[in-house]
Nanobody, 114 residues
């Protein structure tokens, strides 16, 4: 069993930065693919970024490519999402997910003001 806890959300002005963290319990976490998703009010949840078990392979949604960076520290059992040049349309609840969406965190709110 893996439990995920997101943190690092908040309110920021357009052009600002935030770093989200996804801290995990469970020894298997370091072997799992981890994804970040987000859900804006009134919209469906959408994929943001993914990272493989070693951190050697990453993939991003077109909407965040070049602005967001996903990384992981398997010693700390934590995956990060560095978000730069934030835009109002990035406003959403951000969720991390592990093991191909088997495990989910509770989400963290990101609000970007114009």
């Amino acid at each position: 069993q893996v439990q995920l806890v997101e943190s690092g959300g908040g309110m920021v002005q357009a052009g600002g930065s935030l770093r989200l963290s996804c801290a995990a319990s469970g020894r298997s976490f370091s072997t799992y693919v981890v994804d970040w998703f987000r859900q804006a009010p009134g919209k469906e949840r959408e994929f943001v970024a993914t990272i493989n078990w070693s951190g050697g392979s990453t993939y991003y949604a077109d909407s965040v490519k070049g602005r967001f960076t996903i990384s992981r520290d398997n010693v700390k059992n934590t995956v990060y999402l560095q978000m730069n040049d934030l835009k109002p349309e990035d406003t959403a609840v951000y969720y991390c997910s592990a093991h191909h969406t088997v495990y989910w965190g509770q989400g963290t709110q990101v609000t970007v003001s114009s």
